[in-house]
């Protein structure tokens, strides 16, 4: 029995029950589970969210539940991380594809817990070749075409991604009073996970890169005094506040400066895109802008058209 949650030609769950419930049923007792991987999340693909799969690949595999085997079908360059180990069905390999029907059709062992094959044909059959080129073909439709490794992306601005728990997202979300919203992220930005950052967004803190899963807190702590927090980390808490809360971020930035000294830059911290994966857990995708100031001023320029009204009273940001 195949069991496809967004298919209504296979079983799903049932209107009015709850999903993931029974998919944990169904996932306990699969024997096998396929995984169609088209690439990991690059800087700037934000369409691409693993967690719930990888949630579902390890209710599939718990050592608790029945024997299950897990077919990655590799649709890129790259394999899932947790199953860097494995070996994958690279689906732009005609031979791989041929060998996973195969032993789709003929291994009487496909299936844990079977003794038998699900067709009577033998290895390497008419049938089984013929049914290996169809999905080979039909695969080749819709699998991105591989770029070779030679796509080259890079992001204008300093650029970090810092992740919350869904424990500490609903600890911002569930404070009904703003101040201490404010006060509550303030908080656990210090422990948000930074979860990738371009070099330029490293040197603006003095250091040549920003390791994975470092707290936003050991990032900055010995540029800033923990006892008395710099007017940026404020007003980005407000805009993490806001999206935790699932509304709009303010338009309100502070200026802040690189440790590099030769940089004399101003940067505003703004948050530009939020995630929020089926566990809560969010995601925040934060862009240091840049801003323009003459040598001396105690202001940064933001020129406004010519004719604006107010110009003169709306042209500068203070520094």
């Known amino acids: 029995m195949v069991h496809q949650s967004s298919s209504s030609d296979a079983q799903s769950p049932k209107i ?9 049923t169904w996932l306990w007792k699969t024997d096998v589970l396929v995984l169609i991987y088209t690439g990991h999340d690059r800087d700037t693909d934000h369409d691409r969210d693993w967690d719930y799969c990888m949630w579902e690949c390890g209710v599939a595999i718990h050592h608790e539940s029945e024997d299950t085997s897990v077919i990655v079908l590799q649709c890129g360059r790259e394999r899932p991380r947790v199953f860097a180990d494995q070996v994958a069905v690279d689906t732009r390999d005609s031979e791989k594809v041929r060998r996973f029907v195969n032993d789709f059709l003929t291994d009487p ?28 073909d039909d695969l ?7 770029d070779d490794g030679q796509t080259e992306e ?14 500490q997202v609903r600890e911002i979300a569930d404070e009904e009073d703003d101040q201490q919203a404010l006060l509550t992220t303030s908080r656990l930005l210090l422990v948000a996970t930074v979860l990738t950052a371009d070099r330029e967004a ?16 050991q990032v900055f702590k010995r540029t800033v005094n923990k006892d008395l927090p710099p007017d ?3 007003t980005l808490a407000n805009q993490v506040t806001r999206a935790a809360q699932w509304n709009y971020p303010a338009v309100h930035w502070s200026p802040m400066r690189s440790a590099n000294t030769n940089d004399h830059t101003w940067y505003g911290p703004v948050l530009t895109h939020v995630r929020r994966s089926p566990n809560k857990a969010m995601q925040f995708d934060i862009h240091f802008q840049r ?6 001023a105690g202001s940064i320029s933001i020129a406004l058209p010519n004719g604006t009204a107010r110009e003169a009273d709306s042209s500068s940001v203070s520094a």
């Open 291 to 296: 801003f323009a100031s003459s040598p001396g």
């Open 140 to 146: 080749q439709k819709v699998v991105p075409p591989d």
């Open 202 to 217: 490293a040197a603006l803190f003095g250091r040549p890169t920003l390791p994975a899963d470092e707290s936003f807190g």
């Open 109 to 136: 062992n496909f299936f844990p817990g079977r003794n038998e094959p699900v067709t009577r044909f033998p290895p390497n059959d008419t049938n089984v070749e013929e049914a290996a080129q169809e999905l080979y």
């Open 232 to 234: 940026w980390l404020t």
């Open 16 to 24: 009015g029950r709850n999903t993931n419930r029974e998919l944990t």
């Open 154 to 167: 890079w992001h204008a601005v300093p650029f970090i991604r810092l992740g919350l728990t869904a424990s």
